[in-house]
């Protein structure tokens, strides 16, 4: 059986290696695309926007379907840094170099500016978060007769140590070569449709701060991360 066997172990192993040799080294470009309009309704509420900031990154792409470190044992492509995104500023931003394999991608698994790698003994702020979160944003809402400023301060961290805030998340592709650009898209203004205005306005804190324990902090971020979460697309370039 071991004589058998042999042959066919040489064989599969070969085969392995012409797999991997067969995968180009590429870099590419990555860009945010947001949308989030200055003024918008929600409800009888009117949201001017001053302020919106978003710390992103870094990002590794599996070519397995689950991006968690347990399934995926080695990224075939990262943006090794990370990116803080004016979420009211250009329509298209840089979100640094893609850098990796050819090959298909499957899922992704990120930061949102709150790192806890396995050599940090907790969950760490990285330079890129604005005020030390993953996302700050400040506005007023008005309606007739009422006039609310508020804050949203939201932390999205890793649960533990060595593992992505987001651990897995859809991410499909087929990079064939250096011809490809990375877009991730924000829609920012749906995370902030989730607050209840009436609410925060029932509060006679001002401006209203949107974090932990507050009312709007759970819909905001439920939104962010299940709801409406980043999405990943590729386009081709050439």
């Known amino acids: 059986m071991r004589r058998a066997f042999a042959p066919l172990l040489f064989l599969f192993l070969g085969v392995a290696a012409c797999l991997r040799a067969s995968q180009e080294e590429v870099t590419y470009d990555a860009v945010a695309e947001v949308r989030l309009s200055r003024t918008f309704s929600s ?15 870094p990002a590794y792409f599996c070519a397995a379907s689950h991006g968690a470190p347990t399934e995926c044992e080695s990224a075939i492509a990262e943006i090794r840094s990370g990116s803080r995104i004016d979420l009211l500023g250009a329509p298209r931003q840089p979100l640094g170099v893609v850098r990796g394999f050819t090959g298909p991608v499957k899922s992704v698994s990120y930061d949102l500016g709150i790192d806890w790698f396995d050599t940090q003994t907790s969950a760490t702020a990285r330079p890129e978060a604005p005020d030390g979160h993953s996302l700050v944003v400040r506005g007023t809402a008005r309606r ?95």
């Open 43 to 57: 409800g009888e509420y009117t949201i001017d926007l001053l302020y919106g900031h978003l710390a992103f990154g």
């Open 144 to 238: 007739p007769g009422a006039e609310i400023p508020f804050v949203v301060t939201l932390d999205v961290a890793p649960q533990y140590q060595g593992q992505r805030a987001i651990s897995t998340a859809p991410a499909i592709a087929d990079v064939k070569g250096p011809g490809a650009r990375l877009v991730v898209r924000f829609d920012a203004q749906v995370w902030l449709e989730a607050l209840d205005f009436a609410r925060i306005e029932a509060s006679p804190d001002r401006p209203y701060v949107v974090a932990p324990g507050k009312d709007g902090h759970d819909a905001i971020l439920v939104s962010l991360k299940n709801l409406r979460p980043p999405e990943f697309h590729w386009e081709t370039t050439q």
